[in-house]
């Protein structure tokens, strides 16, 4: 089975590229060099001339602080281009996985893990583009996985704990909120499940939306303690022991244009039953993380 994989250079791209290499089924990845989405017929005849027989798209606009000052090409890239590939694949037969966010979700309300069936109300650009997104391809009428995920990172591209290591390395000590909950998401391990997803055939009668994230809970206090944790001793230029002292603080003290979900914890229950996979525990993946880019910074 040919599979277009849009996004392809992204940090989620590149770790499905690394957990598609055995498969039996044909990814192919593309960016906007390749396939630009922002271009309907251009979508719609890159899919039809390449008998794609699955449609993955990893494309997004992530960027949530530009994304309030660019909200026409957020919407351009998280929806309009989202819709333009659900027409495609309608089109052409096929079915079509889309990643989204829990930024649909918007502000507190309570802590009771977010389910996929509850209401939406997303509080900045960037949610409410991804929130457009999914409400085009639902009503492309195409067949269609919506997998929702949060906090996503990974030894690629730009995330948190990647700019937490740098800054840790650079400065005596960070502030870091603590009043937003949720669960991190080792991008190998989504690429993961898609590719399970995909390979086990289940994606034929599984339509709908899913959330997926590493399990447990945490701040991003204290992922960021536990990322420089699980990364060991670092040294000052002249070889002496170096040490940031990473202390717990409140959102309204990093004034933002963007208003970040409070409690974004995702229930992962459909995903479980439906898929039949395990998820693995967000303190394992993140020490699967922290030692591939430290292997990396050895080579």
Not at 39 to 51: C, F, H, P, Q
Not at 147 to 172: M, P, Q
């Amino acid at each position: 089975m040919r599979i277009l994989v849009t996004g392809g250079n992204g940090q989620l791209g590149t770790c499905l590229r690394n957990a598609s290499a055995n498969s039996h089924n044909e990814y192919i990845f593309t960016d906007a060099d390749d396939i630009d989405i922002t271009d309907k017929e251009a979508v719609e005849l890159g899919v039809s001339a390449n008998d794609f027989q699955l449609i993955v798209n990893c494309a997004a606009f992530t960027d949530v602080e530009r994304a309030e000052q660019q909200e026409d090409i957020a919407e351009l890239i998280n929806a309009t281009a989202a819709g333009y590939l659900a027409h495609a694949a309608k089109m052409a037969g096929i079915p079509l996985i889309h990643i989204s966010t829990d930024y649909v979700f918007g502000g507190n309300t309570g802590n009771l893990p977010r389910t996929e069936d509850e209401p939406v109300n997303p509080t900045g650009a960037y949610g409410r583009t991804k929130l457009h997104g999914e409400e085009a391809i639902m009503a492309s009428g195409c067949r269609h996985i919506i997998l929702r995920t949060a906090w996503l990172y990974s030894e690629y591209g730009k995330n948190f704990v990647k700019t937490i290591l740098g800054l840790a390395a650079k400065r005596d000590g960070l502030n870091v909120v603590f009043d937003q909950i949720g669960s991190p998401t080792y991008a190998g391990d989504l690429a993961e499940a898609i590719v399970g997803i995909i390979d086990s055939g289940k994606y034929k009668e599984a339509d709908g939306i899913y959330n997926y994230s590493n399990e447990g809970v945490c701040s991003w206090f204290d992922l960021a303690k536990m990322s420089c944790e699980l990364a060991g001793s670092m040294r000052n230029p002249d070889g002496t022991a170096h040490t940031c002292n990473i202390q717990p603080c409140h959102s309204n003290e990093f004034p933002s244009a963007v208003t970040r979900p409070s409690f974004s914890v995702l229930d992962k229950t459909k995903f479980k039953q439906t898929f039949g996979q395990e998820i693995p525990y967000w303190v394992d993946s993140l020490r699967k993380c922290i030692l591939n880019l430290k292997s990396d910074s050895n080579e």
